[in-house]
């Protein structure tokens, strides 16, 4: 098929996404969108669990010593998962760039769901010894190794249904879904603290969450068996069936798509340094920086994440009226300048304030990532899409996601105030505000494809 569509885009050209009517949801868009959602609950529930019952974790499945030696080995762990990731997301994109992002989705949240169900059925560093730590390692490679695959595939697969002039909200609906299981986590271990004495929650209760994970696999497996592959997957087989040969997606994707890949590094680098700080750190960061109850760090964060939740799709949507670029310059200004209070308001002791220094966080970031989630996916061709995105994607997400909560604590034991995790978001901010501004990083709100 030819593309004659005029394009002001310089990037890939990719086969044109033809909508026949741009304005108009069909049901199977609903459903696609919904499917996408649900996997992204999915996924970021089981990898939220391990940041949000990070002070219990460390007790239970580390050597006994200090409460900050016992965090830190734990988000070293926690760490672990997402340097596994860009393999995952070479191994799943790449199938995925061959047999379809739909099937490649089915194993994803299989493997997922049942790593996380086994963390919570581990015995104990009491009953095992070192044999339960490196369990846990060994199921958090397996988390990460298919979150590699399905943090893209969903977005990527929820991007090639989408309306073309609604892009930006669609991809950022299905993010959105990536901070509501922390929501839901939070509240649900709250409750359990709440109604459970110490002794039984410590034995048994903080399991619970943990064992959730498969039944709710399921419940997304089986919305998704309701999907059908994207057009711009059907169209790029059929371009395939008349070529006498192809290269690998992985070899195509390094070939011809590294500048991207490594712009792609950068600009989400920034946005999961954001997010899990948001989502992995600042419940302890309360506790033992802030000195506040295990009850009250919960229910503080849960409300941070719900408007996380409540303002990454209006940021999409606006990303689709004023593009990309400037919704992350934006963002990242914003963050940078915001970083320093935000961070002082967070550690400060008083709820209240710790509140308001959690939202002025996540409204940074939310700016930016109204832009960026939609950019990451956009900027490549469809033929190599899932392999460029899912690797380029994973690998900034585990230099600087995975890294973040094990960075903020260490700042905060090295400079010794409370705000201290603050100096590596202003330094990370002005790198990435450098980076976009000189880096090439063009707008690519208007790619056909």
């Known amino acids: 098929m030819t593309d004659t569509t005029s394009r002001t885009y310089d990037g890939p050209a990719g086969p044109p996404h033809v909508q026949p009517n741009d304005n108009k949801i069909t049901p199977m868009q609903r459903r696609?969108?919904?499917?996408?959602?649900?996997?992204?609950?999915?996924?970021?529930?089981?990898?939220?669990?391990?940041?949000?019952?990070?002070?219990?974790?460390?007790?239970?499945?580390?050597?006994?010593?200090?409460?900050?030696?016992?965090?830190?080995?734990?988000?070293?762990?926690?760490?672990?998962?997402?340097?596994?990731?860009?393999?995952?997301?070479?191994?799943?994109?790449?199938?995925?760039?061959?047999?379809?992002?739909?099937?490649?989705?089915?194993?994803?949240?299989?493997?997922?769901?049942?790593?996380?169900?086994?963390?919570?059925?581990?015995?104990?560093?009491?009953?095992?010894?070192?044999?339960?730590?490196?369990?846990?390692?060994?199921?958090?490679?397996?988390?990460?190794?298919?979150?590699?695959?399905?943090?893209?595939?969903?977005?990527?697969?929820?991007?090639?249904?989408?309306?073309?002039?609604?892009?930006?909200?669609?991809?950022?609906?299905?993010?959105?879904?990536?901070?509501?299981?922390?929501?839901?986590?939070?509240?649900l271990f709250l409750i359990l603290s709440l109604t459970m004495p110490d002794e039984a929650y410590n034995a048994w209760g903080w399991r619970i969450p943990f064992l959730l994970a498969l039944p709710m696999a399921f419940v997304g497996l089986a919305i998704r068996a309701k999907t059908e592959e994207s057009p711009v997957f059907q169209e790029m087989m059929e371009e395939k069936s008349e070529q006498k040969?192809?290269?690998?997606?992985?070899?195509?994707?390094?070939?011809?798509?590294?500048?991207?890949?490594?712009?792609?590094?950068?600009?989400?680098?920034?946005?999961?340094?954001?997010?899990?700080?948001?989502?992995?750190?600042?419940?302890?960061?309360?506790?033992?920086?802030?000195?506040?109850?295990?009850?009250?760090?919960?229910?503080?964060?849960?409300?941070a994440l719900l408007l996380y939740t409540v303002l990454l799709p209006l940021f999409g949507a606006l990303s689709d009226k004023v593009g990309r670029r400037p919704m992350m310059i934006t963002g990242v200004i914003a963050t940078t300048i915001a970083a320093i209070p935000a961070f002082m308001m967070v550690s400060s002791g008083t709820p209240w304030i710790a509140l308001i220094g959690q939202c002025l966080f996540v409204l940074g970031i939310t700016i930016y990532g109204g832009g960026c989630y939609t950019f990451f996916i956009e900027v490549f061709d469809p033929k190599v899409r899932l392999?460029?995105?899912?690797?380029?994607?994973?690998?900034?997400?585990?230099?600087?996601?995975?890294?973040?909560?094990?960075?903020?604590?260490?700042?905060?034991?090295?400079?010794?105030?409370?705000?201290?995790?603050?100096?590596?978001?202003?330094?990370?901010?002005i790198v990435v505000l450098l980076f976009i501004l000189v880096g090439r990083v063009r707008e690519t709100q208007h790619a056909e494809n």
Not at 393 to 400: D, H, M, R, V
């Open 32 to 187: 696609v969108l919904l499917g996408g959602s649900v996997g992204q609950f999915v996924e970021f529930y089981d990898m939220a669990l391990y940041g949000i019952a990070a002070v219990t974790l460390s007790r239970l499945f580390f050597p006994p010593g200090s409460e900050t030696a016992g965090l830190l080995m734990l988000f070293a762990t926690y760490g672990v998962a997402f340097f596994i990731r860009p393999l995952g997301g070479l191994f799943f994109g790449a199938l995925g760039d061959r047999i379809g992002r739909r099937n490649v989705l089915v194993a994803t949240l299989l493997l997922i769901g049942v790593a996380t169900t086994l963390i919570g059925l581990l015995p104990t560093y009491e009953t095992l010894g070192i044999g339960s730590t490196l369990l846990l390692v060994v199921l958090r490679l397996l988390q990460g190794f298919s979150a590699g695959g399905e943090s893209v595939g969903a977005p990527s697969f929820v991007f090639e249904h989408a309306p073309r002039h609604r892009r930006g909200m669609f991809v950022n609906t299905t993010l959105a879904a990536t901070a509501l299981p922390a929501v839901f986590a939070s509240g």
């Open 245 to 303: 040969k192809e290269s690998t997606p992985v070899a195509e994707a390094f070939k011809t798509s590294w500048y991207r890949m490594i712009q792609v590094v950068v600009i989400m680098g920034f946005t999961a340094m954001g997010f899990y700080f948001i989502s992995g750190y600042f419940v302890p960061y309360l506790q033992t920086t802030g000195d506040l109850s295990r009850n009250a760090s919960l229910g503080l964060n849960a409300i």
């Open 387 to 429: 392999t460029a995105a899912a690797f380029s994607y994973n690998l900034g997400y585990a230099i600087f996601g995975g890294t973040a909560p094990y960075v903020g604590e260490s700042s905060v034991a090295l400079f010794g105030v409370g705000y201290a995790p603050a100096f590596y978001v202003v330094g990370l901010g």
